[in-house]
């Protein structure tokens, strides 16, 4: 039999390497196993858990329920994160089971906390070892007696970060979802219609958005629109932050997009979501923590 020829050789071994190539790095030794010599993989993003077994939520007055069964009080019990009410389903019923539900989540979010607060929260919550927590935070951040008197971005960012890094340095396998600040400008809008609601903004309900809610002139134009310009850069700091954690998700502006209507709003405050309006931030929430991560 004739010896094969330089050229044939150099086709043998070109579509050896081709095959051992096509059949990946096992066939000639892992380099990230313990004897490799290659440069080492890059680490696969962790899979999305979509059924986790325990919630932890952090917040403020939305996440508490503030408004929706009584005037003036809490009412976690249909909390969009947590609540055992079925008109509600929440996202801790629909993800657990209403019966796991009332043992494995729980809700730290606190009445009228700004981001400044959202790392106590953090703390507070690390301590059940959830395998998911939730976050709604902001509104009181843009929410003040003026528009001067706002969280600045900046600071907004820094407390985010730090709650983001209490919770990684007890949990680093535990995923967050962040849900966008509502827009208060379509509130506003909203709210103004009824009589009732208006009077009860005078009380000093957000007075940076909702003050003087007749006034149309320049001054309040611009006031609003200041206001609405900074939970727009709010939202873009919860996204550009929750980007850099692997296993956060943020909702991608659901809840600011959301247009909803009074029927969604407290009847004593008109500012505050309804049972209804709870409802339809559980539907969001729990879309956005089974879906496919954009």
């Not at 206001?227 to 939202?235: G, H, I, L, M, S």
């Amino acid at each position: 039999m004739r010896k094969p020829s330089h050229r044939s050789r150099t086709v043998l071994a070109a579509v050896a390497a081709t095959v051992l190539g096509v059949a990946g790095c096992d066939a000639v030794g892992d380099s990230a196993g313990p004897t490799g010599t290659g440069a080492h993989r890059a680490k696969p993003a962790p899979a999305w858990d979509v059924s986790p077994r325990s919630i932890a939520a952090v917040g403020d007055s939305i996440t508490r329920g503030f408004d929706a069964c009584t005037v003036l009080s809490d009412c976690p019990e249909v909390s969009w994160a947590t609540g055992s009410s079925a008109k509600v389903d929440s996202l801790a019923v629909r993800l657990l089971g209403k019966a796991q539900a009332a043992e494995r989540s729980w809700n730290y979010a606190v009445t009228g906390a700004r981001m400044a607060d959202l790392p106590g929260q953090m703390a507070q919550a690390v301590t059940r070892r959830p395998q998911l927590v939730t976050v709604m935070v902001g509104a009181n951040d843009a929410c003040r007696v003026s528009t001067a008197a706002m969280t600045s971005v900046e600071s907004f960012r820094a407390d985010f970060e730090d709650a983001l890094s209490t919770l990684r340095k007890a949990l680093p396998r535990t995923q967050v979802y962040v849900a966008s600040v509502p827009n208060l400008k379509r509130l506003w809008s909203e709210g103004r219609t009824n009589p009732m609601g208006k009077q009860v903004w005078k009380l000093g309900i957000c007075p940076s958005m909702l003050g003087d809610a007749d006034a149309l002139d320049s001054a309040a134009t611009q006031r609003r629109d200041t206001v609405q310009k900074r939970v727009e850069a709010y939202n873009t700091v919860l996204k550009e932050v929750c980007a850099k954690d692997r296993r956060c998700r943020f909702d991608g502006g659901a809840v600011y997009d959301y247009r909803f209507g009074t029927a969604q709003l407290s009847q004593w405050d008109w500012f505050h979501p309804s049972v209804n309006g709870q409802a339809r931030l559980a539907e969001i929430a729990y879309r956005k923590v089974t879906g496919k991560k954009a």
